[in-house]
T-cell receptor, first 111, second 113 residues
Framework: EAQVTQNPRYLITVTGKKLTVTCSQNMNHEYMSWYRQDPGLGLRQIYYSMNVEVTDKGDVPEGYKVSRKEKRNFPLILESPSPNQTSLYFC??????????FGPGTRLTVL | EDKVVQSPLSLVVHEGDTVTLNCSYEVTNFRSLLWYKQEKKAPTFLFMLTSSGIEKKSGRLSSILDKKELSSILNITATQTGDSAIYLCAVEGDNTNAGKSTFGDGTTLTVKP
C-alpha cells in the first residue's frame, strides 16, 4: 500500500530534550516536506527536500533541522524543543506535478 | 513573500445549500493550485489546477482557476453534513521554487442538518 508513515504519532516531552520525528514514504517520491499546523492556521512549511541531499527552508524553519540521506526518509529534528513548538506536524511526499500525500500527523507537546 | 488568502474563514450552512469558497494568491513562480479537505486528520486531495478557465469536477464539488485574477473558487452544491470540514487551498512553486508550498489558513465549513 502506498503510504507516508510518521513516528511517533503522539509525543509529550520537556523543554530542551532533543527529539526526532521520523517520516518514510514507499512511493519513490523525490519531493518531501514537513509542515506544522496550529489552531486556526493552515499548514506552514518548515523544510522541504527536492531529492537526496537537497533540502531548503520553508516559511518557519527556525528551531528545526532535517536531513535527506535516503530517498524514502526525511526525519525532522528538534535539537532543543521549546513550548512554542507544540503543534501538529505533518510529513508529505510527492512527485513533480502531482499532489502531495500526507502522513497521519504527529501531535507534539513540549512542556 | 508568498501569500495565500482564503475567504471566508468560516461558514455555516444548512444541508442542500450551495457554497463558494475563495482563494487568492501572490506567489513567485506559480506551478499549480491545489484544494484539500481536512477532517480532524491529514488533508486529503480534492483538485489540482494549473490552467486558467478549465473547470474540474468531482461529484458535487467543482473548482476553477483564474490566473489573471490570481484566484480560485471551490463550489460545493447540495451540501451534506459529511461536507463539514476545513478546506485548504495551497499553491506550489516551480523552477527555483520547486518544492515550495504555501497554504492558506483554510475555510471551516459547517453543514447543519
Amino acid at each position: 500500500e502506498a503510504q507516508v508513515t510518521q513516528n511517533p504519532r503522539y509525543l509529550i516531552t520537556v523543554t530542551g530534550k532533543k527529539l526526532t520525528v521520523t517520516c518514510s514514504q514507499n512511493m519513490n517520491h523525490e519531493y518531501m516536506s514537513w509542515y506544522r499546523q496550529d489552531p486556526g492556521l493552515g499548514l506552514r512549511q518548515i523544510y522541504y527536500s527536492m531529492n537526496v541531499e537537497v533540502t531548503d527552508k520553508g516559511d518557519v524553519p527556525e528551531g528545526y533541522k532535517v536531513s535527506r540521506k535516503e530517498k524514502r526518509n526525511f526525519p525532522l529534528i528538534l535539537e532543543s524543543p521549546s513550548p512554542n513548538q507544540t503543534s501538529l506536524y505533518f510529513c508529505a511526499s510527492s512527485t513533480y506535478g502531482d499532489t502531495q500525500y500526507f502522513g497521519p500527523g504527529t501531535r507534539l507537546t513540549v512542556l | 513573500e508568498d501569500k495565500v488568502v482564503q475567504s471566508p474563514l468560516s461558514l455555516v450552512v444548512h444541508e442542500g445549500d450551495t457554497v463558494t469558497l475563495n482563494c487568492s494568491y501572490e506567489v513567485t513562480n506559480f506551478r499549480s493550485l491545489l484544494w484539500y479537505k481536512q477532517e480532524k486528520k491529514a488533508p486529503t486531495f480534492l483538485f489540482m489546477l494549473t490552467s486558467s478557465g478549465i473547470e474540474k469536477k468531482s461529484g458535487r464539488l467543482s473548482s476553477i482557476l483564474d490566473k489573471k485574477e490570481l484566484s480560485s473558487i471551490l463550489n460545493i452544491t447540495a451540501t451534506q453534513t459529511g461536507d463539514s470540514a476545513i478546506y485548504l487551498c495551497a499553491v506550489e512553486g516551480d523552477n527555483t521554487n520547486a518544492g515550495k508550498s504555501t497554504f492558506g489558513d483554510g475555510t471551516t465549513l459547517t453543514v447543519k442538518p
